[in-house]
């Protein structure tokens, strides 16, 4: 094989290829943005939800601290830690519940295209702007 031919060959599949590419991305329609109605009826499943999670997730927090200070001691109250870690379980079952409902109230609502710019919307809004990575300080479980 000519090492020029192969280089041709290549350089035009990847000019061939980058150039599909670009055509596809040109036919798709943008999605419709959201009307009015639609946002009225996704504000307020979405707020509810947030403030369901917030209040699951704050109660998860303290009850994993709870269950972390009865191990840290030496003598285990079996019955408290078998009810902290049952309710642990049923806070991440709250958690799970009220995200899927929240996930089938918005594909009833917006068509697959809205969906997806909704999607990457709220997970902008979820992720919280990058800070400087510090160094993990070391800091005594206290019972």
Not at 69 to 93: H, M, N, S
């Amino acid at each position: 094989m000519n090492p020029q031919r192969i280089i041709t060959a290549l350089a035009a599949t990847l000019v061939l290829a980058s150039t599909t590419v670009w055509l596809l991305a040109q036919e798709r329609p943008a999605p419709a943005p959201l009307t009015e109605q639609q946002l009225q009826r996704i504000r307020p499943i979405i707020q509810g939800t947030q403030a369901e999670t917030a209040r699951a997730q704050t109660r998860l927090i303290e009850c994993q601290r709870e269950l972390a200070a009865l191990y840290a001691r030496y003598d285990l109250d079996e019955a408290a830690a078998g009810k902290l870690q049952d309710e642990i379980v049923e806070l991440q079952r709250q958690l799970l519940s009220a995200h899927h409902r929240m996930q089938k109230a918005l594909r009833a609502t917006v068509d697959a295209g809205q969906f997806e710019r909704l999607r990457r919307r709220l997970e902008n809004a979820a992720v919280p702007a990058a800070k400087p990575e510090a160094k993990p300080e070391m800091k005594p479980i206290r019972p």
